[in-house]
């Protein structure tokens, strides 16, 4: 029997090559001077997923991604790639949030695409950096998740094996599905756009963008519907809308600044209530939070 | 990072040439196939906007993957291991990227699941590839061998071979044997056939095959005992599957060493006769190597793309006597130079690409219908001028590429000499390009038909009539003038009426020809864009006196000057 695969993609800036004009005056991120692409470790989770649809028959890939209407090409990248299909989580009421606004959108958007058997997603994004959607989205929904994946070892309907890439070493856990996975990039990078497929869904777009397109091909979506990219918006999900979007974001910036690195070490935690204690305090102590 | 299409403007200027309208409507037979696969282009404007993407496909995977492993591929090298070839890492790295990105097969009809691809995009692919890594598109590039399939085979032969291509299964052409190289004729691997079993069986040994274990393979063998010419030569299909070929041995090669060259042993090998008996050689082995002359044009365009890349960008960098080096004279002259014999060999490239689209196309229809009389003139004609320029391209541009190979290092200094710098690999991976496929002096022999019996002056006199703007007039006065050099030089050669005298002056002649043509197209390039009147000036100054060398050398030479030229044999 195939697995019901959602991979979460996020449409980001590419920061990877930033110029002077990266940022806005008032710090925030100059959008408009880096070129739009589809996060690098959310392409290293796809990879995993159509690794597992060719793995095991029957299995189907589906992208999810919250963005403004031009985050459509997200989903058109992964239908090159070989995902089945994609939704695009896309409503002004969703707009200025943070993770923790995005993660309850997403888990309500999850819920209503139906049961699924496996969520991956990119361990973080290049632009936040925060890491913490997937695992969000997880605690939502109520899934166990595994960070970190660098390979899905084995996967079959009951259970999930994952080779984890941690900073001292790997790690290999077994987990029950459903689960949330997140994927570093030590992970294979993703495969090109195939030819067949980049031709056969080129002209892919939601209901916005045929709108707004002169659109010369009308009949087309009519005759083949895999051309329609859905979207969903704030009606199709059962959301407080108190949640969402700005209303919903806890997180504000309170300024930003040009740092280096200095610490050599990264500083390592262990699960105890001891040490997230500290580190709570260490976080309010220099208003970080709070 | 990096994409080697969508960094490179001359590729799109020469994908959208007007004669492209009609090569995609010949090759999609009018948008024939439009509601029956998800893939098919729509209207013209569709098919041109897919060629496009899926190039940029192909810029990207050989930007981001085949350029990067291009040097430890060299350094690697493939491997004999059970009587097999194992290709180095980035080599299977490579196969791996183009398989997953749909990119073999791609001028093969969609029935069996290509591209249906016109010629011109392909050979794209081709000049894009090699750029990233030479010895990479052989092995890639042997895909042509399945156009051969295509052409010639059954149908259940097509259907089951080629389905296997365009999933990823590499080919390989075996012709060449220890003493049968550019000598065809004398071939001697021997088939015979086993009437009980209805099958044909192979014996004998193939030398100097490029990717010689591949999955699939067209052999030329001796199916006529007693016979010793070309006569006597079929084609075969040889399946790896089916067993009986093993590989000897592995060439240690100057360069291209990515690309594994193997000695193979048939012994009882069964294979599948391709097409009619005796036609191997005369008919099957001449279109499988036109179309791999057309390749080598390719590779050579994106050998000589790389060499001047590399030397531009060091010029700009590498600083003496308190200045870039690219601020000296004898430096930008050199780029320069550089330059224009690049863009006037991929302008030829281009051309000869969609001469053969043209006529290729027809053939193709003309199997599923009878061609109507103007078709039919039609396509003569463009066969016609494919095969003068075929030869002329891989002649030309093989040489160029090796000349800019050879100035990218010296640009380079005693850098280029040395194995930190990507040049050092590209000047030994080029050098093979006037060799295999016909060395430069069998293209000379090919293509001196065509300077005797008036074929290159036709095409001269056909693109001098095309319209220009005024600012171009001047450039068409000089390239009236040296058309009328040329014409006068060869007169003088052909009234001796002496065969050995002709070929003495074969090259010189053949060149100046060339020098003339590529002028022309470059001209026509910048009537199109006023951005080539640049490279088109510069190697039109450079032709003209190359010209006037040839032509005085040959002014001034008679047939009792062979005498000082010759050896005791």
Redesign the interface.
């Known amino acids: 029997m195939g697995l019901k695969i959602i991979v979460l993609a996020k449409q980001v800036p590419d920061t990877r090559n930033v110029g002077k004009d990266a940022m806005k005056a008032d710090g925030t991120v100059n959008r408009a001077a880096l070129p739009a692409i589809f996060n690098p470790e959310d392409l290293n989770a796809l990879e995993q997923a159509l690794r597992i649809k060719q793995r095991v028959k029957g299995s189907t890939v589906t992208l999810l991604t919250m963005g403004p209407g031009r985050a459509s090409e997200v989903i058109r990248e992964g239908l090159f790639r070989g995902a089945d299909d994609g939704y695009l989580l896309t409503d002004r009421a969703f707009a200025g949030a943070d993770t923790l606004a995005t993660s309850y959108a997403i888990s309500l958007a999850i819920k209503k695409l139906g049961k699924c058997d496996l969520i991956l997603a990119g361990r973080q994004a290049i632009d936040g950096d925060t890491a913490q959607v997937g695992p969000q989205v997880a605690e939502k929904l109520g899934m166990p998740q595994i960070t970190y994946a660098e390979e899905i070892v084995e996967v079959n309907s009951k259970k999930i094996v994952v080779k984890r890439r941690l900073e001292r070493g790997v790690e290999t856990v077994e987990g029950p599905l459903p689960c949330v996975v997140t994927v570093n990039s030590s992970a294979p990078v993703c495969r090109p756009r195939n030819a067949r497929l980049l031709m056969k869904f080129k002209h892919a777009k939601t209901v916005t963008e045929r709108q707004e397109a002169n659109e010369d091909y009308l009949e087309m979506y009519h005759d083949r519907p895999y051309l329609n990219i859905q979207e969903i918006t704030v009606n199709d999900i059962d959301a407080d809308r108190e949640q969402l979007g700005l209303a919903g974001s806890p997180t504000k910036v309170k300024k930003i600044q040009n740092i280096v690195f200095q610490a050599k070490d990264s500083k390592v935690l262990d699960a105890t209530d001891e040490d997230i204690e500290g580190l709570m305090k260490e976080l309010i102590a220099n208003h970080t939070i709070g | 990072?990096a994409n080697f299409f969508n960094d490179n403007p001359d590729l799109k200027f020469h994908l959208q040439h007007p004669l492209m309208k009609k090569i995609v409507a010949l090759k999609e037979r009018d948008y024939a196939e439009k509601d029956l696969f998800?893939?098919?282009?729509?209207d013209f404007e569709d098919a041109m906007?897919?060629y496009e993407?899926?190039l940029e496909?192909v810029g990207?995977?050989c930007g981001d993957?085949i350029a990067e492993n291009a040097e430890s591929v060299d350094a690697q090298g493939p491997k004999l291991v059970n009587d097999g070839v194992e290709y180095a890492d980035g080599t299977k790295e490579n196969i791996e990227?183009l398989v997953?990105?749909?990119?073999m097969g791609?001028t093969l009809p969609r029935k069996y699941?290509g591209?249906n691809f016109s010629v011109v995009p392909y050979i794209m692919a081709a000049d894009v590839v090699s750029r990233a890594d030479a010895g990479f598109v052989n092995i890639w590039g042997l895909q042509d061998c399945a156009e051969t399939i295509n052409e010639f085979a059954s149908d259940d032969q097509k259907e089951r071979f080629l389905t296997r291509v365009t999933q990823g299964e590499t080919m390989a052409m075996d012709l060449t044997e220890p003493d049968a190289g550019s000598d065809l004729q004398a071939v001697m691997l021997k088939a015979t056939y086993n009437e009980e079993e209805d099958q044909w069986y192979l014996n004998g040994v193939k030398r100097f095959i490029t990717n010689g274990d591949g999955m699939i393979s067209l052999v030329l063998a001796r199916t006529e005992q007693g016979t010793s010419d070309g006569r006597g030569l079929s084609m075969f299909i040889y399946d790896k599957n089916r067993g009986g070929m093993t590989v000897r041995r592995i060439e240690n090669k100057m360069g291209i060493k990515g690309s594994p060259t193997c000695e193979l042993v048939f012994k009882n090998a069964p294979a599948e006769i391709v097409g009619a008996r005796r036609m191997g050689l005369i008919k099957y082995v001449m279109a499988l190597m036109n179309g791999a002359r057309l390749g080598i044009g390719a590779q050579s365009v994106g050998v000589s793309e790389a060499a001047f890349r590399e030397a531009l960008a060091y010029a700009k960098e590498r600083r003496q006597f308190g200045k870039a080096i690219i601020e000296f004279p004898a430096v930008y002259e050199m780029l320069s130079l550089m330059k224009a014999k690049l863009d006037a060999s991929r302008t030829l490239l281009y051309e000869t690409a969609r001469f053969v689209d043209v006529y290729k196309t027809y053939m193709h229809i003309s199997d599923e219908r009878t061609l109507e009389k103007d078709e039919r003139n039609e396509m003569k004609v463009y066969q016609r001028k494919a095969d003068l320029l075929t030869p002329l391209l891989k002649g030309m541009a093989s040489e160029y590429c090796n000349q800019n190979a050879y100035d990218a290092v010296q640009i380079h200094g005693g850098s280029g000499f040395m194995k930190d710098y990507p040049v050092e690999r590209i000047y030994r991976d080029a050098r093979i390009t006037s060799i295999y496929e016909g060395t430069t002096q069998l293209q000379v022999v090919a293509a001196i038909r065509g300077v005797t019996t008036g074929g290159y002056l036709n095409l001269m006199r056909d693109y001098e009539a095309e319209e220009l703007r005024a600012d171009l007039v001047p450039m068409r006065r000089t390239l009236i003038m040296m058309t009328d050099e040329y014409e006068e030089t060869v007169n003088d050669v052909v009234r001796r009426k002496d065969n050995e005298y002709t070929d003495f002056h074969a090259r010189r002649m053949v060149e100046m020809a060339g020098n003339i043509i590529m002028s022309y197209l470059l001209l026509l390039d910048a009537q199109r864009d006023p951005v080539y009147k640049k490279t088109a000036k510069v190697y039109l100054e450079f032709g003209k006196s190359e010209n006037h060398k040839r032509a005085d050398f040959i002014y001034n030479f008679d047939v009792d000057d062979l005498a000082k030229y010759k050896f005791e044999a």
């Open positions: 990072m998800d893939y098919a282009p729509i906007d897919s993407k899926v496909v990207e995977v993957i990227a997953n990105a749909g990119l791609i699941n591209l």
